[in-house]
């Protein structure tokens, strides 16, 4: 399928969830299908967890038959690393994690040269991308 076909299969799917009334199945269960077959490439190209999908309502077995993984939330924050320092809240609210996942995340990149101190000390530490991320 073309990114446009997954791009309608899955806003179809999803507005059908949505809205649909309690006893209409049927339309969502025709859809299941082109959402099964679309979700996958659709959630890499637009960076969607399948989290966010789940939190949404699209239910877990529906995620697994389409073939998406739970992504480890180190590497939602690392998506949010930038040239551009970035407090821990910062990083926590753009990742959609708690704070301590951050600090353990960026306790792990540091030493590894993925992150380094931008700025600050004590309670106000800002992180960008280290030297070895960038090259």
Known sequence: ???????????????????????CSARLEALEEDFVASASRWAARNRVDRRVLHEFGVPKTVLDQAGMVRRPAADLVRDHYSGHGRSVGALAQLAGVSEATVRITLAEDEPAGRVARAAGGGRSVLWRVGRRARA
Request: net charge neutral.
């Open 1 to 23: 399928m073309s990114a446009l076909a997954d791009e309608m299969a899955v806003r179809a799917y999803l507005r059908a969830l949505a809205g649909a009334p309690v006893g």
